[in-house]
């Protein structure tokens, strides 16, 4: 079993910054795939962005260039910096962790509200 803590969220003013944590215990294998999603009310849960074991990133349209994910794999914890943040990202964002396509893990979800 692998549970999942995230942290980090709150209330920003717009072009604001936050940064989310992730991390991560238990059963954890050596190849993973990390990723942060969001949920806006009303609306399906989206990619937001994700990353390798060795460092592969990949990111929605909407956050390339505002948002970066990185990793330390020395204390199991995968990371969101948001900077310029908008409205629009206002959102609850969501740890997940594939181990495996039989071994996928969620966080609880942080709440990120993004107004002035």
């Known amino acids: 079993q692998v549970q999942l803590v995230e942290s980090g969220g709150g209330l920003v003013q717009p072009g604001g910054s936050l940064r989310l944590s992730c991390a991560a215990s238990?059963?954890?294998?050596?190849?993973?795939?990390m990723g942060w999603y969001r949920q806006a009310p009303g609306k399906q849960r989206e990619l937001v962005a994700a990353?390798?074991?060795?460092?592969?990133?990949n990111y929605a349209d909407s956050v390339k260039g505002r948002f970066t994910i990185f990793r330390d794999n020395a204390k199991n914890t995968v990371y969101l910096q948001m900077n310029s943040l908008k409205p629009e990202d206002t959102a609850v964002y969501f740890c997940?962790?594939?181990?495996?396509?039989?071994?996928?893990?969620w966080g609880q979800g942080t709440q990120v509200t993004v107004s002035s």
């Open positions: 238990g059963s954890i294998s050596r190849s993973n795939i």
């Open positions: 997940k962790a594939t181990l495996s396509p039989f071994r996928v893990y």
């Open positions: 990353i390798t074991d060795v460092g592969s990133t």
